[in-house]
């Protein structure tokens, strides 16, 4: 690093910390409706210092509340001290972004019976927060693989990874989906991974040591832009100019990623929303008790390279955003994929009746459980001119050509429920619903914990709709799990259509032609679940008893299985979602930017807990 430059970053940063100590004093609160602490992990990278920069322009919006800062320092004993200390103040609110993920949890899930929590960036573990705000990285580590195989131009090639804190989620996931990427394209190898703790130094340092032992490389892919700029000066002293360099953050300013892939240093970065804004905005939503605020949300990344700003003269936000009407009633187009079970008719029937305490005109279609209905509901949305589109897609492909025409039409699209699988992510705004993946490692871990056994254990699996989102995505969760214990075999796998009817002639069929004991089910669904109990004691077994389900959604249905002991557990699969739709469409309609993904809160239900909780139960 040059001197002068050395001496800049230095004198910044302390210039930093004295401005945040002079804030970080026991607050006045007199006039003050709300007092936020907000915990930062540190104030030396330079996204970190953005995310505060942004709280503080938000927070400067409301003149009915102040924030307290902290700076941990990257200090996990100092972080922890300064909650207990923003505690004390008697905040009302707390936005924190982790130093550790692991060591942070205890003392989050503290805060967090006293208290709303906003966790930002890094996780912490568990769900004990209100909400959990970050990028998704797993989804830029996909994003730079897509960069590196364009680049490329399938052509063989060699590629150096940088990457963060070592064991931190952000540099697991994102060598995680980068990985996945290239690992459809054999030829592209990753001949190392250096660990540079984000920093531009280190980067620098290690880089220059190591391009030493590797005479042929073509793509350095570092986790963030502070490396990836290090790294470029290794590479220019080193004389290796043609190297292709990506980076992550895509910060604005004369140092930012952006100004760097503007001079050429780099060949693309990814904006990495720091959410310090949204932290602001949500955090009012939850002081003020609003509806349908969701547990999780990831922030939509945008990729930026030299052709995206000689056509744009910037970055620019979602593409075609267009402001709802202002003062008119919205009218939103929902296309529903059918009728299939409790859950779907809940779902429903919480769009319905949100649209109508909104104050938003909904235009409702049916699909009929058949994909060229919803297709044709979303070409007659279009006919009439909707203010927004929504809908439940059915199975995840084949939807290009309408969600373009949507788009040609300047409708903004949100996905409720299920996703698509695209590769153009311009054609949908938002997404909102559950982590199907999640579901199916609950219901995965529920099951080796029940059992509990070195002894073989056969499986049967219910899926949902064959190339459905929750079907897809439920058995990675659930497989994933089960690697670790390989005594636990899943025998036999088919679709029942998440529909109680196919449920019972699906498992009717295999228990006529399996000769194995079956030891567990785990169905896709609670209705599937109803339906091969029903085929279990014609058969008879004893559903619950000799042979363990567990299913998902938790519906009322599945509660009164418990209940009468013919199902084990029920993974909640949230269907409520029309408050949280009709807030994200006002948020809209009010200038706000939506979240790529937006997910809800859920949990598991045992039988042992089925009688406390059917009662309470809104489905
Ligand atoms: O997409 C959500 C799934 O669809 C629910 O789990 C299932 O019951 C429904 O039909």
Same mark, same amino acid.
């Not at 100019?241 to 503007?262: A, C, F, H, N, S």
């Not at 349908?292 to 000689?310: A, H």
């Not at 003269?313 to 919205?330: C, E, F, S």
């Not at 009439?384 to 050509?401: C, L, Q, R």
């Given at each position: ?6 001496? +800049? ?88 972004? @982790? ?64 990457? %963060?804190? !070592? ?7 994102? !060598?995680?989906? &980068?990985?996945?990427? +290239? ?19 280190? =980067? ?12 042929? +490389? ?28 990506? %980076? ?48 999780? *949300? ?7 390279? @030299? ?59 049916? %699909? ?20 927004? *589109? ?20 300047? #409708? ?39 059992? /509990? ?22 058995? #990675? ?18 679709? %029942? ?23 567990? &089910? ?88 089925? /009688?406390?909780?059917? =009662?309470?139960?809104?489905?």
């Amino acid at each position: 690093m040059e001197r002068r430059n050395r001496l +800049l970053v230095a004198t910044l940063a302390v210039i930093a910390a004295a401005l945040l100590s002079a804030c970080d004093q026991a607050p006045r609160r007199s006039g003050l409706r709300f007092l936020i602490g907000f915990s930062q992990a540190n104030l030396t990278e330079p996204w970190r210092i953005e995310m505060t920069e942004e709280v503080k322009a938000e927070a400067a919006r409301y003149s009915d509340m102040k924030i307290i800062y902290t700076d941990a320092a990257d200090s996990t004993s100092r972080q922890i001290d300064d909650v207990h200390r923003l505690m004390d103040y008697g905040i009302d609110l707390m936005i924190i972004s @982790p130093t550790d993920s692991h060591e942070l949890t205890p003392v989050v899930r503290e805060v967090y019976s006293k208290i709303p929590v906003i966790v930002l960036d890094r996780a912490v573990e568990g769900y004990d927060y209100s909400l959990f705000i970050g990028p998704d990285n797993e989804r830029l580590g996909r994003e730079g693989g897509g960069v590196i195989t364009d680049l490329l131009k399938n052509r063989p090639g060699t590629v150096l990874e940088i990457q %963060g804190r !070592s064991g931190s989620p952000p540099t697991l996931l994102r !060598s995680q989906g &980068l990985r996945e990427v +290239l690992a459809k394209h054999p030829n592209i190898r990753i001949v190392d991974a250096i660990v540079a703790d984000w920093l531009r130094d280190t =980067a620098e340092d290690k880089v220059a040591e190591q391009i030493k032992v590797i005479p042929d +490389l073509d793509v350095i892919f570092a986790q963030n832009d502070a490396m990836a700029f290090g790294a470029w000066k290794a590479a220019r002293v080193a004389g290796r100019q043609g190297i292709k360099i990506i %980076g992550i953050d895509g910060l604005p300013g004369p140092t930012g990623g952006i100004e760097l892939v503007r001079k050429g240093i780099l060949s693309a970065t990814f904006t990495c929303p720091t959410g310090g804004k949204e932290a602001l905005i949500y955090a009012r939503d939850l002081l003020f008790h609003k509806e349908g605020i969701p547990k999780k *949300i990831f922030l939509r990344p945008i990729k930026v390279t @030299p052709e995206v700003l000689d056509q744009s003269q910037g970055v620019l936000p979602y593409p075609d955003r267009k402001a709802l009407p202002m003062g008119r009633r919205i009218l939103l187009g929902f296309a529903q994929v059918g009728s299939e079970s409790e859950w779907r008719v809940a779902n429903t029937k919480s769009i319905k009746s949100a649209a109508a305490k909104a104050g938003i005109d909904l235009l409702f279609e049916d %699909g009929k459980q058949r994909q060229e209905n919803e297709i044709a509901a979303i070409r007659s949305f279009i006919r009439k001119k909707v203010d927004v *589109i929504a809908f439940s897609p059915i199975v995840e492909s084949g939807w290009d050509e309408v969600l373009r025409e949507a788009k040609g039409a300047g #409708i903004p699209v949100i996905m409720t429920d299920r996703t698509v699988d695209l590769k153009d992510d311009s054609l949908w705004l938002s997404f909102m619903g559950s982590d199907f993946v999640e579901e199916g490692r609950r219901a995965a871990r529920w099951l080796v914990e029940k059992i /509990r056994t070195a002894a073989p254990v056969d499986i049967v699996e219910l899926q949902g709709t064959i190339d459905s989102s929750p079907a897809i995505e439920r058995t #990675i969760g659930f497989t994933e799990i089960l690697k670790a214990y390989p005594n636990f075999q899943i025998i036999a796998s088919e679709s %029942g259509d998440f529909t109680r009817d196919q449920g019972y002639e699906v498992m009717k069929k295999i228990l006529e032609r399996e000769s194995r004991k079956i030891d567990a &089910l785990f169905a896709h669904n609670d209705d599937m679940a109803l339906g091969a109990i029903q085929a279990m004691e014609e058969a008879g077994l004893k559903p619950g008893k000799n042979v363990m389900i567990v299913s998902i959604d938790a519906a009322h249905g599945a509660f009164k299985a418990m209940i009468d002991g013919k199902l084990n557990c029920t993974v909640e699969c949230n269907p409520l979602l029309g408050p949280q739709l009709m807030k994200a469409i006002k948020d809209y309609e009010t200038g706000k930017d939506l979240p790529l993904r937006m997910i809800t809160a859920e949990g598991v239900f045992p039988a042992e807990t089925a /009688r406390t909780y059917l =009662a309470r139960r809104e489905y």
